[in-house]
Structures are given as structure tokens and as C-alpha cells.
């Protein structure tokens, strides 16, 4: 989510009020989830899952643009057709992998990571080689940048599809769209808690030099809320979640609010460095998005690993 600016600036139009911010962003993320949600949703069928697809390489491509956009605004090279292409590639080998196009119905979790990885080396082979044919001799850090750029968006995001296509597990037919459910929705009452309660009872500046609206009281508050919601949730949805009870959804919902706050805080970074405020302009009150999937980043391969290591074991 995008940082608090400040109420004042000499000659700037008036500031618009904290609750009226909150709102754009909550009616955004509402639609946009909303919209991502019923993709994931829409069932099995061949339509429905290239839907699926395309919203994931519309993030994902999207999202790489905006990143890149970061690094040039800070002055670095980096290879972005390269890394935007390369993302794209390694999302839909992902998908057609776990679809069972490539080996027919094999989605193994090792093995699929193992694809995976293989997609990835490639790619790192690939940077090295094109820095041969480029003009500059700053190879360290275009490699670098564009490496980061794949590994912080698409690769990240990839965790989703490994959810929405879990596997069953001991005969177990395990709806992995639900754990994409919960753990986007824990994650985005975090960023919800956080804003509350920092706007209403904010004092203690958390890390003012990275992030000057963050505060601890606000931290308080989306551990709070994610954690509280968090349980809420697993009882509603009972078997629905498999192996979840309530000591696993207590640590589910402070970890994915750690994770987020965490999350949140990286994108801060590069946007500080950047000297930009948000990564983009797509959605009202939120920015782009990088602002949009900033926490969720961080949180998808967390739920994935704790499926897979501790509920499925």
C-alpha cells in the first residue's frame, strides 16, 4: 500500500482527508480482489483457467514494467524487455506444467519446483549471454537488476498458481483457490488494520527514514486484525481449509501479517530510492501495481510453504 503523504506542502491543492483515502483504496483493492478472485474461482474448464492465466501474466508483465521503471528512475540499467519477456515465459511454463501440458497430470510439488527452477537457469544463462551484445560495460548491474526483477515479481507471484493447482494429498482432494482466499484476505485486512489504526491512534514513527506514515501503533493493529480475521475465517470455512485448526490459523495470522508489513516496507524502498511515491497510477488511492501486490508478494510463497510443510505433512 502506498505511503502517508504529508498534510501540508506551500502552494499544493488541499490535502484530501485520511478517510476519504481510505476509501478509494478499500473500494479499489475491493473490485480488483473481487475481480482476481472470481477468475481464480470460475472453475476447471479450459476457458476458466486461461482467464486464470492471462490475469496472472497481466500482473505479473505489469508488474515487471513498473519495477524496472523504479530502477531507471534511480539511474540503474537493466535489461527490461529481457526481464519483462523472461517473467512472462517463466509464468506460463509454470501454468502449462502444472496444467499437465507439458507431462500430463504431473503436479508433484517437488517436481514442479524442479521445472521451475530449471526455467530459471536458463533465464540467468540467458542475462549472461545478452550482456555479450550490449553496448555498456555495466554487466553487474544490469544482470543484477534484472535478475531481482523476475525473482521479486514473477517468480513470487508463480507461488499462486502452485496453490491454485495444490495436489491432493493422501487421497485428499485439498481447493487450494480457498487458501489463495485466505491468505489474501488475511493479508489485505493487515494493510486495513495497519491504516486504521495508525490514522486514528498513530504516534510512535515505526521506520520514518523508509516509510514516515508507518507507526507501531498501526503495526499493533494489523497484527490484531489479520490474526483476529485470520481465526474467523478457518472456523467459517471449516474443512474447506485442510488441517487448519486454531493454533495453525493463530501463527498463519501473525506470520502473514509480519510478512506483509515486511513486504510493504521493501516496496518502500525501492520507491524511496526511486524518489517516487507510488509505482504507478492505476488505481485510485492505491498507485500501481506494485503498491497493489506489495504485501501479497511476500505472503503467497509463505502460505504455499506452510501448506505444503506443516498442514500436508
Known sequence: MPDVAPNHVSGAPPAVSKGRVFLRRLLSSVILWGVVLGAIFAGRNLVAELLFLGLMLGIAGLGLREF????????LQCFKTWGIVGGLLLMASTFAYLEGWVVPLNR?????????????IVFV????LRQFFSKTTVGLVS????????????????????????????????DGNFYIFYFILVTKFSDVGAYVTG????????????????????????LVVST??????????????????????TVLGIVLSLAAVVGDLIESIFKREAGVKDSGQWFPGIGGILDLMDSLLFNAPLMYLYLRHVLTR
Not at 483476529?228 to 471449516?238: D, E, P, R, V
Open 108 to 120: 508433484i510439488p517437488a517436481k514442479a519446483n524442479d521445472f521451475e527452477t530449471g526455467i530459471l
Open 125 to 128: 544463462l540467458g542475462l549472461c
Open 143 to 174: 544482470i543484477s537488476t534484472t535478475l531481482l526483477g523476475l525473482m521479486y515479481v514473477p517468480w513470487l507471484l508463480n507461488f499462486i498458481q502452485k496453490l491454485h493447482f495444490f495436489p491432493a494429498v493422501n487421497g485428499v482432494a485439498i
Open 68 to 75: 524496472y521503471g523504479l530502477v531507471e528512475k534511480r539511474g
Open 199 to 222: 490514522s486514528l491512534i498513530g504516534r510512535h514513527k515505526m521506520i520514518p527514514r523508509i516509510s514516515p506514515g508507518k507507526t507501531w501503533e498501526g503495526f499493533a493493529g494489523a
Open 228 to 249: 483476529g480475521l485470520s481465526i474467523l475465517f478457518a472456523h467459517l470455512a471449516g474443512d474447506r481449509l485442510y488441517g487448519m485448526n486454531l493454533l495453525h490459523a
